[in-house]
């Protein structure tokens, strides 16, 4: 079954490319509430095509999640309790025969329809949601992150039903949800309050990248993710800096204090206790990571973009961005910021601060140290509000599972290559998850690159390694059906 899908992929290759493009003209960005309904079309593009294909119950699951709504700069933020999420995608083909009297391999498949706001859009050198091929790549915004690596899921699964009799080799089921980019809160109430609907033998994530092009890849660990606000308030309202500077708190300046005090000059976090928990990699861990085709140079020059490459002595670049808890500022909010100048003491100043962590270190006890850390260091004369926005589990996945042996196994088919075993330094927090919930072993097949821009301007999927995807995850779900 599955070589005969392999087949049917590649013959219909163009087509799935021209499919793949006209759901990335959706501009599904699910953190722009002027968006809900392109997100909800991306979710009914999914399902409709879901059906066509002879996936079974398909449907829309409607979610809600918490909104923070913010007051004027006189009071607190306050949040309401929940508003309307974007929905999920869920479908099942469960007719899947038992091998040698045992039941069948259930496979559950997870992907988002969902993606990053464009800006700055005079960076792109094509319109974001106009897809465009130019040198054996496919750009758009969402083309690498997640729209075209869940697209392979769905190819794939057509693929084997077309050339399958409709059946597959394995029960699957699918959950794709449109708030990954946004802290993923509706998929993961949906995983703790009904796990009985997504029960598996093992996940399929396909939301990471390749190491390096030509060399497939596992990804067998993720940083955890806390992300906050830290809102500073001082005087009742704004006031005028020369009437009262010297004497009014200011909130800015108070941010900047506050900030300054999380890290010292070489990056080392300085919130006590924030790494007693730190589970370090192994030593055979450290020895392959070594051993990957890995230049620091290229790597600062082309990925990064800098003068020269930043983080803790002693480590080396990829146990700082895989194995390294961080933190970093995203944004100051606040005061005054149109041309010209207004000479004001804000009332009311915001931070957005993000921390990653490493396996062993978990997010309710890391926030609650960052918390009590950041109280502690507030200036005289201002008030704090320190806001957990959402958050995800750090996570490593054990090599020593069949699963992993299927998926090396059809990427050496495609490829010709052993696996490589990586972590990566995102989150992403299904993943965690799926493993504390459902108990399950979770894979993260992903084909991107790491030049894909996901996330940046000009983001792209390189064209081959989304046939050669398609066809992995073919192969994948044969060998699956052995286990």
């Not at 790491?450 to 999927?461: M, V, Y």
Request: proline share 7%; aromatic share 8%; glycine share 8%.
């Amino acid at each position: 079954m599955s070589e005969t899908a392999v087949t049917f992929a590649k013959e219909n290759g163009k087509r799935f490319v021209e499919e793949l493009k006209s759901f990335l003209r959706i501009p599904s960005i699910s953190t722009d509430p002027e968006r809900a309904a392109d997100v909800r079309r991306a979710a009914e593009f999914v399902a409709d095509e879901l059906r066509r294909i002879g996936m079974e119950n398909v449907r829309l699951l409607e979610t809600s999640t918490s909104e923070t709504v913010y007051a004027p700069s006189s009071g607190p933020a306050q949040v309401v309790a929940a508003r309307n999420g974007h929905p999920l995608v869920y479908a099942d083909h469960m007719h899947a025969v038992p091998v040698n009297g045992k039941p069948a391999t259930t496979v559950l498949l997870y992907g988002h329809y969902d993606v990053q706001p464009a800006e700055p859009m005079e960076e792109w050198k094509s319109p974001p949601f106009e897809p465009s091929e130019r040198d054996g790549n496919l750009y758009a915004r969402g083309a690498v992150d997640d729209k075209g690596q869940m697209w392979m899921h769905v190819k794939a699964l057509e693929s084997l039903l077309a050339t399958g009799g409709g059946r597959l080799p394995v029960n699957i089921r699918v959950i794709v949800e449109g708030e990954e980019e946004v802290g993923g809160e509706g998929i993961a109430a949906f995983v703790r309050e009904h796990p009985e609907q997504l029960r598996a033998d093992v996940a399929l994530v396909s939301d990471s990248e390749m190491f390096a092009p030509d060399l497939p890849t596992l990804c067998v660990g993720l940083r955890g993710m806390i992300y906050t606000e830290i809102e500073a308030r001082g005087a009742r309202s704004d006031l005028h800096s020369g009437m009262y500077g010297g004497a009014a708190p200011n909130p800015f300046v108070a941010l900047a204090q506050i900030i300054a005090q999380l890290k010292d000059a070489t990056g080392r976090i300085l919130i006590p206790h924030f790494y007693d928990r730190l589970c370090a990699p192994s030593d055979a861990e450290l020895a392959a990571w070594k051993a990957l085709p890995f230049d620091e140079e290229v790597y600062r020059e082309t990925e990064v973009g800098s003068t020269v490459l930043t983080g803790e002595p002693g480590f080396s670049v990829l146990e700082r961005t895989w194995a390294r808890p961080t933190l970093d500022v995203h944004g100051i909010a606040g005061g005054f910021t149109g041309a010209g100048a207004k000479t004001v003491i804000p009332a009311r100043a915001l931070a957005k601060v993000s921390m990653r962590l490493v396996p062993k270190m978990t997010t309710a006890e890391s926030f609650a140290l960052y918390k009590d850390y950041v109280e502690a260091i507030c200036p005289a004369g201002i008030t704090l509000d320190v806001r957990l926005i959402h958050s995800g589990d750090p996570v490593v996945v054990s090599t020593d599972n069949p699963y992993v042996r299927a998926a090396t196994s059809a990427m050496y088919k495609v490829f010709g290559k052993e696996t490589v075993f990586v972590r990566g330094g995102g989150s992403i927090p299904i993943v965690g998850d799926f493993i504390r919930e459902l108990g399950i072993p979770t894979l993260l097949m992903g084909f991107g690159l790491p030049d894909d821009n996901l996330h940046a301007p000009n983001e792209k999927f390189h064209l081959a390694n989304f046939h050669r995807g398609i066809e992995s995850i073919v192969l994948f779900l044969g060998s699956a059906a052995e286990v």
